[in-house]
């Protein structure tokens, strides 16, 4: 039997940039450092295109999923 994996969730919702990118930024590089997988909800359309750099740079893969009208999540992950 295999255990359900929690991913962490940061909720940026309502805030525009660039606090998106450097809450992830934080969360990644002090907060949690290390963590294996994260998302980022967001309603804010232009952190779809700069929280991924970020994250690529710091090793993370990315996907990218609207899971309403005009809010997405944005799942960074590191392969195992």
């Not at 980022?40 to 996907?63: F, N, W």
Request: aromatic residues 4%; charged residues 30%.
């Amino acid at each position: 039997m295999t255990e359900a994996v929690t991913v962490p969730v940061l909720d940026v919702r309502g805030e525009i940039c660039p606090y998106p990118m450097l809450r992830t930024n934080k969360e990644l590089d002090e907060v949690q450092p290390g963590v294996q997988a994260l998302d980022v909800l967001t309603d804010h359309p232009p952190a779809l295109s700069t929280i991924p750099p970020e994250a690529m740079k710091r090793g993370y893969g990315v996907e990218i999923d609207e899971v309403r009208d005009g809010e997405w999540v944005i799942r960074l992950f590191k392969d195992s």
